[in-house]
């Protein structure tokens, strides 16, 4: 008969035996992304920065292309803002030479840009006065542009006298309003810049 001390030898050996003859267990699962999904996710958010980077740059650049257009609007603007002239007078009041001031830098910066001075004037006086009478308006306006150094090249001059009367009436209001030099820009108007 077996002692019970050899019996629990015989046991452990046994055990022991057993232990080592088997296959160790499974690593655990891994917990997380693998390499694969790892090198993925980091592809991805690169991606995703240079989508935002790519978007804030076209942001930018329609808000810039914005900015332009608006300042070449307003510079053309200025430059067809009309001057306006005393009773029987083609020389320049003084908000008149204010006006063309304005235009001088425009015309600096953008030397392709011509303009035509189309001299106007009320329904009083002859319809040959007033012819000359227009001329002379838009004579002046060339003048005053050309002693700031703008080429007279640039320039042109018409006179449609009392012909193209802004307002009707025969008010001192509405002549006031046809005693005028109107700018009608004949070259360089789609490429101002402001």
Known sequence: MLNPRSFLV????????????????PPPEPVGPTPEEIEAMRQDSIRRV???????????AERARQAAEAAAARARETLTEMVF???????LTSESEQRL???????RANPGV?????????????????????N??????????????????????????EERALSSG????????NRRVEFVITAGGNNITG
């Open 101 to 107: 001031r304005a235009k001088l830098d425009i015309l």
């Open 10 to 25: 015989a046991v452990t050996v046994a055990l022991v035996f057993a232990a080592c003859g088997s296959e160790p267990p």
């Open 170 to 177: 025969s008010s001192e209001a509405a002549w006031a309003r």
């Open 114 to 134: 011509q303009l035509r001075m189309e001299g106007h004037a009320d329904e009083r006086g002859t319809s040959e006065y007033n012819i000359a009478l227009g």
């Open 136 to 161: 002379e308006r838009a004579e002046s306006v060339i003048q005053f542009l050309t002693n700031f150094g703008l080429d007279a090249g640039r320039f042109s001059a018409v006179s449609y006298g």
């Open 85 to 91: 002239f005393d009773y029987d007078d083609a020389s």
């Open 50 to 60: 240079r989508e935002a980077e790519e978007a804030a740059a076209r942001a930018e």
